[in-house]
């Protein structure tokens, strides 16, 4: 039973367009969700997080949309670049909990030049 | 300057053989964990241990023990291996305990059990 879904396992995109890369949650009691970025043979880095309190959070070219009542969350990435090709993790919790990170199975964007 | 460093980076050995992984962290951190890249490549978390002290510990086979000698490092041993064993290994780290704390993740272990 995955509780962070991510359906779609790629995205291909054109420089300088938007990409948008979608999650979906099942458990209720998450408040906390973050972006986890991964290039190849390197771990996982963080990229960008929400509180269940906001509804929206901005950093640079990314941005993170969060609908509760959808259980739904997107990362849009504008305007994408070559270097941001790399397979994006969605990952939840419960903010104040001792419980680790819940993550999706990745999408793998990539932005051709 | 690796902040969670994990060796060895790549792992192949027999089933039923017993292999260790290491990891390090020096971000001062209180917290480690041990991840699971499966072959869906979800990361399912393994355990968790606070200052040496052992806080998370999903449904593993018991094959899997983790070892923290201090709070900077955090070992897991892997006893008769098997094939369903293979998949990426990472070792993570934070500064608390709490759900809403960034994780720094080491570079993986690609474990090839044949």
């Known amino acids: 039973d995955q509780q962070v879904k991510q359906n779609s396992p790629s995205l291909s995109v054109q420089e300088g367009r938007i990409s948008i890369l979608n999650c979906d949650y099942t458990?209720?009691?998450?408040?906390?969700f973050l972006w986890y970025k991964k290039y190849p043979a390197e771990g996982p880095t963080f990229l960008i997080s929400?509180?269940?309190?906001?509804d929206k959070n901005e950093d640079g070219r990314f941005t993170v949309f969060l609908n509760k009542s959808a259980k739904h969350l997107s990362l849009h990435i504008v305007p994408s670049q070559p270097g941001d090709s790399a397979v994006y993790f969605c990952?939840?919790?419960?903010?104040?909990?001792?419980?680790?990170?819940?993550f999706g199975s990745g999408t793998r964007l990539q932005v051709q030049p | 300057d690796t902040a969670v460093s994990q060796t060895p980076k790549y792992l192949v050995t027999q089933m039923g053989n017993d292999k260790s992984i290491k990891c390090e962290q020096n971000?001062?951190?209180?917290?480690m964990y041990w991840y699971k890249q499966d072959s869906k490549k979800f990361l399912k978390i393994m355990f968790s241990?606070?200052?040496?002290?052992?806080?998370i510990n999903e449904t593993v086979p018991n094959r899997f023990s983790p070892k923290s000698p201090d709070k900077a490092h955090l070992n897991l041993h892997i006893n008769s291996l098997e094939l369903g064993d293979s998949a990426v290994y990472f070792c993570?780290?934070?500064?608390?305990?709490?759900?809403?704390?960034?994780?720094?993740f080491g570079s993986g272990t690609q474990l090839s059990v044949l």
């Open positions: 929400i509180s269940s309190i906001k």
């Open positions: 990952a939840a919790s419960v903010g104040t909990g001792r419980r680790a990170l819940t």
């Open positions: 993570a780290s934070s500064e608390g305990v709490a759900g809403n704390e960034k994780l720094f």
């Open positions: 458990n209720s009691m998450f408040d906390y």
């Open positions: 971000l001062g951190h209180d917290t």
């Open positions: 241990y606070n200052n040496k002290e052992l806080i």
